[in-house]
């Protein structure tokens, strides 16, 4: 009888020979938040971050979905901004030889299964877990937009988007689904009076979705993270201008349907993330997953497309610098 074989961090053998930006991860802010693989190894951000820089992803954009990472996001983002301040003031020095990490940006907004908790929703879900209530979930679902509101105007330039926010029909049962859509609404309201980019949670929701971001009136540049939808749903956002960003299941044998609608995206929509810590792409599936994974994904869309991945890489790049106004 075998022994299954570790499951490892992955590593890569070369740099993808492409540069990209990881539209969409979820950088720890806490080492307790780094997933252990089966050596109980748990890389630290800043090694993810450096491996991500030498593989040719230059920047990622970390979303802080809930209470306490957004207030952690917060934190860093000052403490970030203070030291920029006092190395302004510093005299001249040669700075000690550092290795290169992809650069940081945030997204910031309330999860829509963590709407649903802020609006008192308790019921067990959909898929049979029930809420995990934590001190933070006394603040009201006003309290949490100011939050957000506040952090994102708080940092110009580091928070380049609200995200992620939606409708998750998987985790959240009917009776917490209105509280979901009032957050959504509140976040679309936000990010257009922001004038930044939105980001789209959307689990076992399309129509829904869509139906809301027609009501209310989408913002200017909208994304749909992980995208999960087929070619239909492709079809819709190419219609409005909706951008689609592809994940790790993009690479998995069974999802046919996502790898058709990559095909029938208009290139110019299209993004790439990790969503990491979750969603690992192939040949990696079941191990940690991080930002330096990106590039898996985005060589399997150029597949699916019949283009060189480089090429493809050029142009989500630049798109993805358009979407963000991330400066080269």
């Not at 929703?121 to 006394?138: E, I, M, N, Q, W």
């Not at 309201?189 to 829904?208: N, T, V, Y």
């Not at 990491?276 to 040949?283: E, I, K």
């Not at 869309?301 to 493809?312: K, T």
Request: proline share 8%.
């Amino acid at each position: 009888m075998s022994k299954k074989k570790p499951r490892l961090w992955p590593t890569l053998e070369e740099p993808y020979g492409f540069e990209l930006i990881d539209n969409h991860t979820h950088l720890p802010m806490s080492e307790r938040e780094i997933p252990r693989d089966s050596m109980g190894f748990a890389m630290p951000r800043a090694e993810q971050l450096a491996r991500a820089y030498e593989a040719g992803v230059v920047a990622v954009i970390s979303s802080a979905c809930d209470v306490a990472d957004i207030r952690a996001a917060d934190a860093e983002l000052t403490a970030d901004a203070a030291s920029a301040t006092d190395a302004s003031r510093a005299p001249a020095r040669t700075p000690a030889p550092a290795r290169e990490e992809a650069a940081v940006y945030w997204a910031v907004a309330i999860h829509p299964n963590e709407a649903a908790v802020h609006a008192g929703y308790r019921d067990k879900s959909p898929d049979g877990l029930t809420p995990h209530v934590k001190d933070f979930h006394a603040l009201t679902p006003e309290e949490t937009l100011a939050l957000v509101e506040r952090v994102a105007r708080t940092h110009p330039g580091r928070v380049v988007a609200i995200g992620e926010t939606g409708l998750d029909y998987f985790r959240t049962g009917e009776a917490g689904r209105p509280a979901q859509r009032e957050a959504f609404a509140a976040h679309i309201a936000l990010a257009k009076e922001l004038g930044l980019p939105m980001q789209i949670h959307d689990r076992d929701a399309h129509r829904d979705v869509v139906d809301v971001l027609l009501a209310e009136g989408a913002p200017e540049r909208t994304i749909f993270h992980c995208f999960s939808g087929d070619a239909e749903l492709a079809a819709i956002c190419n219609r409005h201008g909706w951008y689609m960003s592809f994940a790790g299941p993009v690479t998995y044998p069974a999802n046919d349907e996502l790898r058709a609608a990559v095909a029938a995206a208009d290139e110019a929509l299209l993004l790439v993330e990790t969503d990491a810590p979750y969603l690992t792409p192939a040949p990696f599936r079941g191990r940690p997953n991080a930002a330096f994974l990106a590039g898996l994904t985005l060589q399997r869309m150029a597949e699916v497309r019949g283009l060189p991945a480089a090429d493809l890489a050029a142009r989500i790049l630049a798109t993805t610098r358009d979407v963000y106004a991330i400066p080269a």
